[in-house]
């Protein structure tokens, strides 16, 4: 039993998937499945019912699962301790990131890196989707965080998906139901956002899908200005959902399902060129954030 057999056993256990526990640990699902073959050799019991591409924890895998955890972060945080006291890790780092990371979830991440290591300096610049495909094409950053894009130089790893909603103020005429329909929708003033991009995009093809015009009242530039137009009561949303986590928390905004609108999920990647040695400070930046969101999903 080694320590890489451990960590592909979290990663598997978190993710539900061969596949995605090998891109959190830059391997193949090859060597995935052979790290935990020899994991439950060792132990001497089956950790994972197989079942096609998804997997379950045998209760015996449930039972290691708390222990293994324990065991790396023990190391993780050793390995930490004697980075920040030699001070090994330390530079510069330039990513790219879209808006609505940037503004929602970005800084928080940031917090706990820089806490973790403070010698490294980030450098961020944000835009739309196309404005960091072509940092990470231009070699001016090394990667990038977008929406899902293909491009024959780049690679991507899935990081999560977030979920256009409906955002209304509290006391509007919808807050007394569960559910709406999209002619409902159609029927209230509607605030709209960045026209030309993808998540404008998204929006309006499904309402075009089902031969709807919605009722835009205001178009602004930007998800911040839009969201502060619903909570001025202006009209309602559709809305990235990580945008108004803090007004969902405070009550300031409600949510309400649009049952007949066709899925809004927005998938989200980290892109980075093909001949992209994820190394140094780039490869720890990386790991941080795969593994930070692969805790999260838990």
Do not use: C
């Not at 790396?72 to 030699?86: F, P, S, T, Y």
């Not at 739309?128 to 024959?152: A, F, K, Y």
């Not at 490869?283 to 795969?290: A, E, G, P, Q, R």
């Amino acid at each position: 039993m080694n320590i890489e057999q451990v960590e592909a056993f979290i990663y598997v256990s978190l993710t539900g998937n061969f596949s995605k526990a090998g891109e959190i640990l830059f391997i193949s699902q090859p060597a995935v499945s052979a790290r935990i073959r020899s994991l439950e050799n060792a132990i001497g019991y089956p950790l994972f019912n197989r079942n096609g591409k998804n997997v379950s924890m045998t209760q015996e895998g449930e039972t290691f699962l708390p222990y293994a955890r324990s065991l790396l972060q023990n190391m993780q945080d050793g390995v930490l301790a004697i980075q920040q006291k030699n001070r090994k890790t330390e530079g510069e780092l330039r990513i790219s990131t879209v808006l609505t990371v940037s503004n929602y979830i970005l800084p928080a991440w940031i917090s706990e890196f820089h806490e973790a290591f403070p010698q490294v300096k980030l450098v961020v610049h944000t835009g739309h989707s196309h404005n960091v495909l072509d940092m990470v094409l231009n070699h001016e950053v090394p990667i990038g965080i977008s929406r899902s894009v293909t491009h024959p130089q780049i690679e991507s790893i899935h990081l999560y998906d977030d979920e256009m909603v409906l955002a209304i103020y509290p006391d509007h005429p919808f807050s007394a139901k569960k559910t709406v329909s999209v002619d409902e929708v159609a029927s209230q003033d509607l605030i709209q956002f960045n026209r030309g991009s993808l998540d404008w995009a998204l929006i309006n093809n499904a309402f075009h899908s089902m031969k709807i015009q919605p009722n835009v009242v205001v178009e602004v530039d930007n998800i911040e200005l839009a969201k502060q137009m619903v909570k001025n009561k202006i009209g309602i949303g559709i809305l990235p959902r990580f945008s108004i986590e803090d007004e969902l928390k405070t009550e300031n905004l409600n949510i309400i399902k649009i049952g007949d609108l066709p899925n809004l999920n927005r998938p989200f990647q980290l892109i980075y060129l093909k001949d992209t040695k994820i190394e140094g400070i780039l490869k720890i930046f990386v790991d941080f954030v795969l593994k930070k969101l692969a805790l999260e999903k838990n």
